[in-house]
């Protein structure tokens, strides 16, 4: 820390570098000019836009090397690299295509575009109005092949990815660690869909970068660029959504002026009890949300500096499966309360070609239930959690980078409610990576690495009138490898990778001894649970040309002891007892893909996909709750109108198959279809969304429904519209 200090002193006292460079960006077909243009610099996480001859210029930049994206709707971006010390002026052409731009990818270090990364990174865009369409941002990512939910009624959804989730999935917001007591699935993701540009989603074991528990994958949110330089930009957004009638408003300003950038974001979210097919509400799934984000960020000479503020508030109702035609807003007991705030200072040394970055992170999550007395909480956990991330990438000749890190959290959490589900307890965990990316030619990227990691969990013990929980303390350790490549031939593209990753078990499946207004049941921890162990082999081959891609994403997943809970038979105080316990198990499954845009009318696209995943133990028997394989289908066309209207329609069409590769502790779920269509039109500063979610006011139970068991149904038809306004 006393390094950064005086680093960060040294490049207060020199004066600014007044580097300038020029460029043009031109059709590659045409060789016309493209006017504004969008050039994005990564490493400021800001740019430019050219003006109406395709000009633009770049007048700081914290080191010689420029690396830049240079994108435009209708056309492939273009990532480049300028020595700015040797040339300081330079045409750019990008060629046109149908499908959609390919990103940056900001979830892995070696900065490559999503077509060229030796990992298949998958990205969902919340734009234009955050995913107004949907209730909360865990049911977006859930429209993502082989991304599902674990719901509790319409406002509460936990992500699961290939069929993992809770500990096993690592999420990012904000470039720090999410922490928020994650294990539940009774209380939802945790994160807003404000001041998120789009979320990348790395499926299977990513150990390596991100460490224990990822898993199942990891889950990026990408914040919100800032405003161009020397631009003031903002926005104000308001949404509906009939079936809950959801109030959800939302504004950001974003100002960038002399070196100096600040990003601040709002929202809230106001809903009802959601409304199944045959009109009746079930009660108290009624929620609330308000979240604020801010970043600051500034860059001079050879660094660059950002600070990061969250604030997320939730109040959700605990439904107990009952049927109403209640309107209020306003959660009853029994009740959560959950309130999160993440603050991180990001710092990036350049020298030459080489990059030393530090993210510091502290979050605080604070989680209360409420039975009898909505003032007085039953159950009151605070959780707060430091976190540091250094890293290095250092270049190695012209084709060979090598990225090293260390990484590592301390966690604490403590009770100050009358019920203790799991008893005080400190985390702390510290990891070294060290990897290599290497282009061996213009076809072929092949990327290797290793890690190694220890965690030590400590709790006090605990003792009242109703139970005993002994204190513990154990040490977990694990040494991971990554390794893989891309080809590309002519217009397939090859991605084969091998990764493993672990999990020590959470506090809660080791002691837990008690039951919450969350889960309906008495849980018993496992001392004596050890790591979870996977090894996954991932193979992904694309096939592209001008009007259409295909791809197929088969994976293996071994898990060795896997944790899973389950009933005992035995009941206390009237609720069913359930342990942890372990398992070696096996997930497989695929993800695969077509996206067809016909020659004659480039408005039109046909996209759909189908993603199965199948879950067992050594003896064959299926692990529990495993989500249902399914087909979806969307159908869109474009509209453009002399240029001054810019929209889309489209149909989408959601089949989920019969579930009936079930645990003993599951019944069957019968399959079901969706039918949803909307639109999206820009005229100007203002942008409309509407349209319908389930058309058909289909009645249906999903699999991951924790309602399934009530049988009560998801959500019925939905009606929503929105408008946003872009100053």
């Not at 959800?248 to 600040?262: P, Q, R």
């Amino acid at each position: 820390m006393r390094s950064l200090i005086f680093i960060g002193l040294l490049t207060i006292v020199f004066h600014t570098i007044g580097q300038s460079f020029k460029g043009r960006v031109l059709d590659a077909e045409s060789n016309q000019p493209l006017p504004y243009a969008t050039i994005y610099l990564p490493d400021t996480d800001n740019g430019v836009i050219a003006d109406a001859e395709g000009r633009f210029e770049i007048t700081s930049y914290p080191r010689s090397i420029i690396r830049l994206q240079i994108s435009s709707v209708g056309y492939e971006s273009l990532l480049e690299e300028i020595d700015a010390s040797k040339v300081n002026e330079r045409e750019f052409r990008i060629k046109p295509s149908h499908f959609e731009l390919k990103e940056l990818i900001i979830s892995f270090p070696a900065g490559k575009l999503s077509d060229e990364n030796v990992v298949e990174v998958e990205k969902i865009p919340l734009s234009p109005l955050n995913g107004g369409r949907s209730i909360n941002l865990a049911t977006t990512l859930a429209n993502m092949p082989g991304v599902d939910q674990v719901t509790t009624g319409s406002g509460i959804g936990k992500p699961v990815i290939r069929g993992l989730t809770g500990n096993r999935i690592v999420t990012y917001t904000q470039g720090i660690r999410l922490e928020n007591q994650q294990f539940g699935d009774e209380h939802g993701l945790g994160e807003n869909a404000i001041g998120v540009s789009r979320v990348e989603v790395i499926k299977g074991p990513a150990s390596l970068l991100y460490g224990a528990d990822a898993l199942g994958g990891v889950l990026y949110l990408v914040d919100e660029r800032y405003a161009a330089m020397n631009k003031t930009e903002g926005f104000i957004s308001s949404q509906f959504l009939s079936n809950t009638s959801a109030l959800n408003s939302g504004a950001g300003l974003k100002i960038n002026k002399n070196g100096i950038k600040w990003n601040l974001f709002g929202a809230h979210n106001s809903n009802r009890d959601y409304k199944i097919p045959n009109g009746k509400r079930v009660e108290n799934t009624r929620f609330d949300e308000t979240s604020v984000k801010s970043s600051l960020g500034y860059n001079m000479n050879n660094w660059v500096g950002n600070v990061r503020f969250g604030h997320l508030e939730n109040r959700f109702g605990i439904p107990e499966g009952t049927l109403g035609d209640e309107k209020n807003r306003k959660p009853e007991v029994p009740f959560q309360k959950i309130v999160q705030n993440n603050l991180s200072l990001e710092n990036v040394y350049f020298a030459g070609n080489s990059e030393l970055s530090l993210i510091l992170g502290l979050s605080s999550n604070r989680r209360k239930e409420f039975e009898d007395d909505e003032d007085v909480p039953v159950l009151d956990m605070e959780l707060n959690t430091i976190t540091y991330n250094l890293k290095s990438s250092i270049p190695l000749g012209d084709k060979t980078t090598l990225i090293s890190g260390l990484q590592g959290m301390r966690r604490e959490n403590s009770n100050a409610g009358e019920e203790i589900l799991i008893p005080d307890s400190e985390t702390t965990d510290v990891g070294f990576y060290s990897m290599l990316n290497s282009s061996l030619s213009e076809r072929l990227n092949i990327q290797s690495g290793f890690r190694v990691d220890h965690r030590k969990i400590s709790t006090t013990a605990f003792s009242d009138i109703e139970k005993t929980i002994p204190e513990l303390e154990r040490t977990f350790s694990s040494f991971n490898f990554s390794a893989g490549g891309i080809y590309k031939l002519s217009k397939l593209t090859f991605r084969a990778n091998v990764a493993t990753g672990f999990r020590p078990p959470n506090t809660a499946e080791l002691l837990s001894n008690g039951e919450h207004e969350g889960t309906l049941r008495y849980e018993i921890g496992n001392q004596s649970l050890e790591n979870e162990r996977a090894i996954q082999t991932d193979l992904n081959i694309q096939f592209e040309n001008e009007h259409l891609t295909i791809g197929v994403n088969p994976f293996y997943n071994r898990i060795k002891d896997y944790i899973y809970i389950s009933p005992t038979g035995a009941l206390i105080d009237g609720s069913e007892v359930y342990e942890y316990l372990q398992v070696d198990a096996k997930l497989y499954g695929a993800e695969i893909g077509i996206h067809f845009h016909p020659h004659s009318i480039h408005w039109l696209h046909l996209e759909t996909n189908f993603a199965s995943v199948y879950a067992e133990d050594d003896l064959s028997e299926p692990l529990p709750l495993i989500p249902a394989n399914r087909i979806q289908s969307k159908l869109s066309a474009e509209i453009f109108l002399k240029k001054k209207v810019d929209g889309n329609l489209y149909v989408e069409h959601l089949y989920k198959l019969d579930q009936d590769r079930v645990s003993s502790l599951e019944e069957t779920t019968d399959s079901y279809h969706l039918l949803n269509l909307g639109s999206t039109f820009e005229v100007g500063s203002f942008m409309f969304e509407a349209g319908i979610n389930n058309v058909l006011n289909t009645r249906y139970i999903d699999h991951l429904s924790r309602l399934k068991p009530e049988g009560i149904p998801n959500q019925g038809r939905n009606i929503f519209i929105g408008t946003k306004f872009n100053f």
